[in-house]
Nanobody
Framework: QVQLVESGGGLVQAGGSLRLSCAAS????????MGWFRQAPGKEREFVGC????????GYADSVKGRFTISGDSAQNTVYLQMNSLKPEDTAVYYC?????????????????WGQGTQVTVSS
């Protein structure tokens, strides 16, 4: 089992940047496929991006591709989501999640462990 804690959210102006962190405790995150999701008020939770166990393969939603980057630090047991060129439509609660499988998924129901979420608000 793994426990996940997100941090780094906040209020930023459009065009700005934030870096979210997801610290894992328990089993190392290298045992899991890690994903980032977000949920805006009144909307369903949506896939943002994911990274495989080795950290060598990532995938992104079309809406964030080229602006967001996922990376991992195995020594710190932490996964990061670097968000650049933020837009007001990026406003949401951001969650990291772990999937106990060798393959990734863009479907949030296929992730087994979740953090508590961190609020990101982008003002226009």
């Amino acid at each position: 089992q793994v426990q996940l804690v997100e941090s780094g959210g906040g209020l930023v102006q459009a065009g700005g940047s934030l870096r979210l962190s997801c610290a894992a405790s328990g089993r190392t995150f290298s045992s899991y496929f890690m994903g980032w999701f977000r949920q805006a008020p009144g909307k369903e939770r949506e896939f943002v991006g994911c990274i495989n166990q080795s950290g060598r393969s990532t995938g992104y939603a079309d809406s964030v591709k080229g602006r967001f980057t996922i990376s991992g630090d195995s020594a710190q047991n932490t996964v990061y989501l670097q968000m650049n060129s933020l837009k007001p439509e990026d406003t949401a609660v951001y969650y990291c999640a772990a999937r106990a499988a060798l393959s990734g998924s863009r479907n949030y129901v296929e992730y087994h462990y979740w953090g508590q979420g961190t609020q990101v608000t982008v003002s226009s």
